[in-house]
């Protein structure tokens, strides 16, 4: 069975530029969301979105933008990268009850 | 303010015995509970869950128990077997819908042979 695709697997990039992570949610599924996972940290919910909309936001920092495109697959765009930055972002889907099937995970490593 | 409090960061459990790992949570309007196992290099992978009208929920070896007035829940493993050496995160959601869920730290589960 298909599941969540999230591309690039790995990513290192220097301070102050800019990173693109993407996520292709398992078909037919109507919801997407992004988690934030630290070293050592649990994962932290990012933002949602529903049927293309944005549905839900959490600690999303405001250098960070996201969007639903009408395929269903989302972008994660991280502008003006801190070392704090540095992750694994993890994508996730749903066909709207409360199980998320999440992707594999995208490490962002921040220089 | 974890909401989702796993308390132990690591368990050792022998191989054949009963695992059991225990979650609390702060936030009584959650109302659905999950269970994920997360491999290294590995996103999470659904588990089990619970809704808060239940009280047990069992599927094969993996039991999880919800006590609302405690606000605590537990997976219960039996028999564990080497393969589900993993770290396991106990998560909440409040409402359902398209809201995230809230995770705890989660509880690296070592099964010894």
């Known amino acids: 069975a298909a599941g969540v695709i999230q591309s690039p697997r790995h990513l290192i990039k220097e301070k102050r530029e800019t990173a693109t992570l993407k996520c292709y949610p398992i078909?037919?599924?109507?919801?997407v969301y992004w988690y934030q996972q630290g070293p050592g940290q649990d994962p932290q919910f990012l933002i949602s979105?529903?049927?293309?909309?944005?549905?839900d936001k959490g600690s999303i920092p405001d250098r960070f933008s996201a969007q639903q495109f009408s395929d269903y697959h989302s972008e994660l765009n991280m502008s003006s990268l801190e070392l704090g930055d540095s992750a694994l972002y993890f994508c996730?889907?749903?066909?709207?009850?409360?199980?998320?099937?999440f992707g594999a995970g995208s490490r962002l490593t921040v220089l | 303010d974890q909401q989702v409090k796993q308390n132990s960061p690591s368990l050792s459990v022998q191989e054949g015995r009963i695992s059991i790992l225990n979650c609390d949570y702060t936030?009584?309007?959650?109302?659905?509970f999950l269970w994920y196992k997360k491999y290294p290099a590995e996103g999470p992978t659904f588990l089990i869950s619970i809704s808060s009208i239940k009280d047990k929920n069992e599927d094969g070896r993996f039991t999880v128990f919800l006590n609302k007035s405690a606000k605590h829940l537990s997976l219960h493993i039996v028999p564990s077997q080497p393969g589900d050496s993993a770290v396991y995160f106990c998560a909440a959601s409040a409402g359902g819908g398209a809201d995230g869920l809230t995770f705890g730290k989660g509880t690296h589960l070592i099964i010894q042979p």
């Open positions: 078909p037919r599924h109507d919801t």
């Open positions: 996730a889907s749903s066909s709207g009850a409360n199980v998320l099937t």
């Open positions: 979105f529903y049927e293309k909309m944005q549905s």
């Open positions: 936030n009584s309007m959650f109302d659905y």
